[in-house]
């Protein structure tokens, strides 16, 4: 079955410091990840997936294979970063629904 | 363009009583999904349908719970005798075609009392 793990609940960084979210996942077969990002009284929106190797936001995620993760970074937070952050996969094996880990807080401080 | 919606956005309901909660997708989109997300958890994948069958159900917790989708557009999630265990909040995504991206609705929140 497929999992993903997010093993931080909470982020604090100080504004224009870097930032990475750990994501570690086990899937069999070619999995599909995606960050999804919800800010404060708004919905849950895509904010990067793996396939599309873009960069939104300023935030990147490369997927490593051999290690199982899908990390999430930006060099220089800032304060509008500051949502709740989701890892999730899907993939053909998965039937297409997306597994979401349990979610990271990061709070940019100024 | 429009994105998902979903109504009403909050529901309380007391234990026992049965509820509906509706999911518009975005206009052409043919897969439809429900999730639900308790408190402090990441959403938990309940149902998919592909046009207007349910392509996936594996999900659903129980025979409690129940979705339709007629018309291959608008979806409804159903649950008999709700417990205070099924308070949550229900979502609802929408995707181009099954694979493609998601695009989730604002939610409904149930509380069952």
């Known amino acids: 079955a497929q999992r993903v793990t997010q093993p931080e609940k909470l982020l604090s960084v100080f504004k224009g410091a870097p930032v990475e979210l750990k994501c570690n996942y086990s899937?069999?077969?070619?999995?599909?990840l995606f960050w999804y990002v919800q800010y404060s009284r708004q919905r849950l929106q895509l904010l990067l997936r793996?396939?599309s190797r873009e960069s939104i936001k300023g935030f990147t995620a490369d997927l490593n294979k051999g290690e199982t993760s899908f990390h999430l970074k930006k060099p220089f937070a800032q304060e509008e970063d500051s949502a709740m952050y989701y890892c999730?996969?899907?993939?053909?094996?998965?039937?297409?629904?997306?597994?979401f880990g349990g979610g990271t807080r990061v709070l940019v401080k100024p | 363009g429009a994105g998902v919606s979903q109504t009403p956005s909050n529901k309380v309901t007391e234990k026992g009583k049965y509820v509906e909660l509706r999911c518009d997708p975005i206009?052409?989109?043919?897969?439809l999904y429900w999730y639900r997300q308790s408190l402090g958890q990441g959403p938990e994948f309940l149902i998919y349908?592909?046009?207007?069958?349910?392509?996936?159900d594996s999900g659903l917790p129980n025979d409690r719970f129940f979705a339709v989708r007629p018309e291959g557009s608008v979806s409804t999630l159903k649950i008999q005798r709700t417990e205070r265990g099924d308070s949550a909040v229900y979502l609802c995504?929408?995707?181009?075609?099954?694979?493609?991206?998601?695009?989730f609705g604002p939610g409904t929140r149930l509380t069952v009392l």
């Open positions: 899937y069999s077969g070619s999995p599909e």
């Open positions: 349908f592909q046009g207007t069958g349910a392509a996936d």
């Open positions: 793996h396939i």
């Open positions: 995504a929408s995707s181009l075609e099954a694979g493609d991206a998601q695009y």
């Open positions: 999730a996969l899907s993939g053909w094996a998965a039937g297409n629904k997306l597994t």
């Open positions: 206009s052409g989109h043919t897969a």
